[in-house]
């Protein structure tokens, strides 16, 4: 649709942007990641994307990860995706109540 909000993003887009997110997270979780979890927690809900799907997003990118990383990296990486993840819940359920609550 032409005008469309920037706020739309695929299915396909949020798993992508959520990659290039938990990668950018992992080394810094300085402000501008937090941010740009943020936002894409805020685009997730107004793009349609449902809880299930940003659940499932986190678990094969964080597993996708994993792969990529000795087994001593492990415990930092589970650490730092779930606080991630957190990070990306909170925007979505702000975006939610503000929505839902009049």
Same mark, same amino acid.
């Given at each position: %649709?032409?005008?469309?909000?920037? #706020?739309?993003?695929?299915?396909? +887009?949020?798993?992508?942007?959520?990659?290039? *997110? &938990?990668?950018?997270? /992992?080394?810094?979780? #300085?402000?501008?990641?937090?941010?740009?979890?943020? +936002?894409?927690?805020?685009?997730?809900?107004?793009?349609?994307?449902?809880?299930? #799907?940003?659940?499932?997003?986190?678990? +094969?990118?964080?597993?996708?990860?994993? #792969? =990529?990383?000795?087994?001593?990296?492990?415990? =930092?990486?589970? =650490?730092?995706?779930?606080? &991630? /993840?957190?990070?990306? /819940?909170?925007?979505? +359920? %702000?975006?939610?109540?503000? *929505?839902?609550?009049?």
């Amino acid at each position: %649709m032409p005008g469309q909000a920037r #706020d739309h993003i695929s299915p396909e +887009d949020f798993r992508q942007n959520y990659r290039l *997110v &938990l990668r950018r997270f /992992l080394p810094r979780r #300085d402000e501008a990641a937090r941010e740009a979890a943020y +936002d894409l927690g805020r685009r997730a809900f107004t793009g349609g994307i449902s809880l299930l #799907d940003v659940c499932r997003v986190h678990h +094969d990118s964080s597993l996708e990860l994993l #792969d =990529e990383t000795r087994a001593a990296g492990h415990p =930092e990486i589970f =650490e730092t995706a779930g606080e &991630l /993840l957190l990070e990306v /819940l909170a925007a979505y +359920d %702000m975006t939610n109540r503000s *929505v839902l609550d009049p």
